[in-house]
């Protein structure tokens, strides 16, 4: 996209950390701005910090899990603003992997693939035949390294499934011809409240009662807390997004040092050698 004045953003998981960030940045850029989420007060709170500047903005309740919801969203974004051109797949959660030793539950596997995954395919589904109708557009996922580095949890799972499909839309030929721009984010460790995604969990999907967390998963949540906290400003991310959209640059990365962690994967696989181990954020 050449410009972002006067057109319009929907993002996705918009009332906290990085889409959040996304939004005031669409809005700086003169965008109008639709927010969903599924966490009422923090939207509100969110939507009315970008009224504030004198931005136009508005909130819909979203649970992205629920394709009719993102229908719904899709609709109200165009009833307010009369077309999309720029939509962020944004909201995700991350589980909380292993309890007490034990693999991750089913239903841990339901939820995380619900929302990372179902959430991304959703706002395809519902967006895409619009974005292509009009034209001068961008669509971004968010993705995560962990779509990169191996591991046996529900969120690397939905990761990696989101940058293979934002990988191949980047070649869709109906996207290109419309030209509308994908981008697909992986950011490394960023500051935000993803470590506490446990607070939208739904009931059907709580961890079995009773289970007992292991020192070493006790460690394992400890660090991740502490790198989150250290990680980037959501803002800085939303920087660059907002230049990618720009640029049309479909790799939007963090941290450069973790992607050169990746090189001995890719060696690997190009020897056909067994993998090596490697650990996300080495
Ligand atoms: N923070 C990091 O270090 C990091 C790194 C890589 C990728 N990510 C990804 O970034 C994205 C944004 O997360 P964040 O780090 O800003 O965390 P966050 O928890 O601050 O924001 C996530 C938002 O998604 C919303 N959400 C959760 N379930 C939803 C649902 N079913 N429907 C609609 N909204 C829902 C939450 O309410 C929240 O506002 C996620 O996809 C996450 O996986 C985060």
Known sequence: MESL???????????????????ERFAR??????????EAPKLDEAVAAIVATGAEAI?????????????????????????VHVLCNNAGVAGTGPSGGKFVTEAEWRW??????????????????????????HIVNTASMAGHFPGHSAYTASKWAVVGITE????????????VGVSCLCPGWVNTAIADSARNRPEWA?????????????MMEAYVRDQLRSGMDPAAVAELVHDAIL?????????????????????????AENPPTMGFGD
């Open 5 to 23: 004045q006067g057109k319009t953003a929907v993002v996705t998981g918009a009332g906290s950390g990085m889409g959040r960030a996304f939004a």
């Open 29 to 38: 850029a003169g965008m109008n701005v639709v927010l969903a989420d599924v």
């Open 59 to 83: 909130g819909v309740i979203t649970d992205v899990t629920d394709g009719a919801a993102v229908d719904r969203l899709r609709d109200a974004a165009i009833e307010r603003f009369g077309r």
């Open 112 to 137: 995380v693939l619900d929302v990372n995954l179902w959430g991304v395919i959703h706002g395809h589904r519902a967006f895409l035949p619009h974005l292509v109708e009009h034209g001068d557009g």
């Open 168 to 179: 191949g839309l980047f070649h869709d030929p109906q996207l290109r011809a419309a030209g």
């Open 206 to 218: 709580a961890p079995t009662l009773g289970v007992e967390r292991t020192p070493m998963e006790e």
């Open 247 to 271: 640029t049309n640059r479909f790799w939007v990365f963090t941290d450069m040092q973790m992607v050169e962690g990746l090189r001995p994967r890719f060696e690997a696989v190009l020897a």
